[in-house]
């Protein structure tokens, strides 16, 4: 014995642990997509393009724009409440709501409170989670984890986006790509994992990729105006990176579940771009029975709420079963991205 305690690991005083339990699982899942929808044609002229270029270097044919009050926290709450009541679970019930979003122009107060609030949810904890277009798959774990070690009974996870508010409608990188909506799962207790481990990583050295033009509230331009930073994007530069990542995150999250793409019932990556969603499937070497989303041909890339948008589109059209296994994959600014295969409700 060196020291003048023996045993100095051993804590002073033994805490008390929350029971564990042996899983997690979806239990319902809910989407608000605005009333207006935008074609490419409305779009097209500012970035001094057309409907064809645009379909052909994204696949996008349509995006929704949302109203004045269509807000991240109304849009998140509408999405909730609707997956709430698909779940058949009472808002009063709820310990969590993580939002994920990436244009919440807020920084404090944050956003989650306020949807807490919003759908009757007065007793949860709130937190916001900013990992751009990979923070409701980021928040999905976190949800599973919460679960799985006791410290939650049911987790709202949502991710909600007003795009229109970060992207600078003239510039030709990014202007046709984004939509708003916003999309929320309800995650509760389970007898065997619903969701499985998941497999994530940054790449912060690449940073630069997807950023904005300048810090909040802005840079200082001459004189006392400030210019608002917008969302700026080397396409080419994610379009690789993508490629090259996504494809490696769903292998290892297959793995990590101990499953195969053949017990796969449906693919639901980030819906950045149609050509990043076709390569990947392809890359996987994907069955025919399994449904690939595609919501970004209607929707756009809605960053945040992309993922559980596709999945609801999936389910309310009929194209997967219920119980059946879903591959999620979301990736984007930071660089960041996250993946898990999950059991659909």
Known sequence: MTGGREGTDRPAHLLNA????????????GAYRPAR??????????????????????????RRHAAPDETVVEMAAAASLKALAQAGVAPETVDAVL?????????????????????????????????????FVHALA?????????????????GAERMTDIVD?????????????????????????????????AEGDRHTAIAHSGPWPGQA?????????????????????AVATVPGAARAALAAAG?????????????ANLRIIDASATALGLPDHVAVARDVVHTANTSA?????????????GAVPSRGLALLVGFGAGLSYAAQVVVLP
């Open 18 to 29: 929350a029971p564990a339990r042996p899983g997690s699982r979806i239990l319902g899942v």
């Open 37 to 62: 929808l935008v074609p490419n044609s409305e779009v097209a002229d500012a970035i001094r393009s057309s409907d064809d270029w645009i379909r052909r270097r994204s696949g996008i044919a349509t």
């Open 99 to 135: 939002l994920a979003s990436m244009s919440h122009l807020e920084q404090s107060p944050p956003a989650a409170p306020r949807v807490a609030h919003r759908v009757g949810a007065l007793a949860a904890g709130a937190v916001d989670i900013g990992a751009a277009c990979a923070g």
């Open 142 to 158: 976190t949800a599973d984890s919460l679960i799985r070690s006791g410290n939650a009974g049911h987790v709202l996870v949502v």
């Open 169 to 201: 409608p003239t510039d030709r990188g990014t202007a046709f790509l984004f939509g708003d909506g916003a999309g929320a799962v309800v995650v509760g207790p389970a007898d065997a994992p619903g969701i499985g481990p998941v497999v994530w990583g």
């Open 221 to 241: 331009t001459p004189g006392p105006a400030r210019t608002v930073p917008t969302l700026r994007m080397d396409g080419p530069a994610v379009f690789r990176w």
């Open 259 to 271: 499953v195969t793409a053949h017990d796969l019932a449906a693919f639901v990556p980030h819906q």
């Open 305 to 317: 709420a992309s993922v559980p948008l596709a999945m609801e589109e999936l389910l309310a059209r």
